[in-house]
T-cell receptor
Framework: NAGVTQTPKFQVLKTGQSMTLQCAQD?????MSWYRQDPGMGLRLIHY???????DQGEVPNGYNVSRSTTEDFPLRLLSAAPSQTSVYFC?????????????FGSGTRLTVV | QKEVEQDPGPLSVPEGAIVSLNCTYS??????FMWYRQYSRKGPELLMY??SSGNKEDGRFTAQVDKSSKYISLFIRDSQPSDSATYLC????????????WGAGTKLIIKP
């Protein structure tokens, strides 16, 4: 079982560039989400999805887009990268029946915007 | 004021000590309480969860919830160097669309 797979692990972008962070899970989890983690801030929810074709905004959605065409994949797009988007990004998934506690996280993407 | 407060540490203790990690919260609607462990350069992994009040034990780990004080704790007995990690608390309410609210994490260092 691969669990939650995130690619790339590291990325450096120039201000204004766009890119897509990939997330895939093989556990048939309905719920998928993207978080960013910054020092002293904890995990902040960017976008989430409760199933294919359904997405919604989290706490800090500005500058990011998502789509969910399949159960397995939930890519995060940075439209025009800014230095404030330098962070570690985590994708997480869960069964709907375990939404209250049972998140499985990927190993993260470390993004630096210069 | 944040909904969930957690001392960032670092907390440094000798091997074999009992460790106490804590979070306080302000939302009385929280019903699910979780502790996640995060090793350096890895994603968080679920360590323990508790529904409502009370204690839950799993090996060397005990999670405790005191809803009257809005305070949760994680105790680690016989701490090992492999327990060195950042510990994040998280909480959710039934009527919050199951979104988790996270503490900022406490960095724990166990000295051999």
């Amino acid at each position: 079982n691969a669990g939650v797979t995130q690619t790339p692990k590291f990325q450096v972008l120039k201000t204004g560039q766009s890119m897509t962070l990939q997330c895939a899970q093989d556990m048939n989890h309905e719920y998928m989400s993207w978080y960013r983690q910054d020092p002293g801030m904890g995990l902040r929810l960017i976008h989430y999805s409760v199933g294919a074709g359904i997405t919604d905004q989290g706490e800090v959605p500005n500058g990011y887009n998502v789509s969910r065409s399949t159960t397995e994949d939930f890519p995060l797009r940075l439209l025009s990268a800014a230095p404030s988007q330098t962070s570690v990004y985590f994708c997480a998934s869960s069964l709907r029946s375990a939404l209250s506690y049972g998140y499985t996280f990927g190993s993260g993407t470390r993004l630096t915007v210069v | 004021q944040k909904e969930v407060e957690q001392d960032p540490g670092p907390l440094s203790v000798p091997e074999g000590a009992i460790v106490s990690l804590n979070c306080t919260y302000s939302n009385s609607a929280f019903q699910y309480f979780m502790w996640y462990r995060q090793y350096s350069r890895k994603g968080p992994e679920l360590l323990m969860y508790t529904y409502s009040s009370g204690n839950k034990e799993d090996g060397r780990f005990t999670a405790q919830v005191d809803k009257s004080s809005k305070y949760i704790s994680l105790f680690i007995r016989d701490s090992q160097p492999s327990d060195s990690a950042t510990y994040l608390c998280a909480m959710s309410a039934v009527d919050s669309n199951y979104q988790l609210i996270w503490g900022a994490g406490t960095k724990l260092i166990i000295k051999p």
